[in-house]
């Protein structure tokens, strides 16, 4: 598999967020867990306000990295849709619903990351 450049996984990142935004996601943070991990480059966390809005939040990432060709590699937690995984390799988003979000704290636990800005991208 090829490796993909740093300007292509920071350009997925960006359409992740980008439509994570388009269906109104809450609270986006942005972690760089480059030198700390080699699970991926970033993890995207957000949350919803509902299980629906979870769900479509999943879909329109799914959808819209997909169609600039970047194929997921795993997704979980759909169904029930408190906290959705999608894996894309270089770059993992959660989407949570607040009470999850709150109680598995991923941004304290990948605190040796560095938290980004929107802007930095």
Not at 47 to 74: F, H, T
């Amino acid at each position: 598999m090829a490796e993909i450049s740093t300007e292509k996984i920071k350009e997925m990142a960006k359409a992740a967020i980008n439509a994570l935004e388009d269906k109104k996601a809450e609270d986006i943070r942005i972690i760089d867990i480059s030198q700390v991990s080699v699970l991926a480059d970033y993890f995207i966390i957000a949350n919803g306000s509902n299980k629906n809005q979870i769900q479509a939040l999943s879909d329109e990432v799914e959808e819209k990295l997909g169609r600039m060709g970047y194929p997921m590699k795993q997704k979980e937690g759909y169904t029930n849709a408190n906290w959705v995984l999608l894996d894309f390799g270089d770059i993992i988003i959660h989407i949570f619903d607040k009470e999850n979000r709150l109680f598995y704290d991923l941004e304290r636990i990948w605190r040796d990351g560095k938290t980004l800005n929107r802007d930095e991208f």
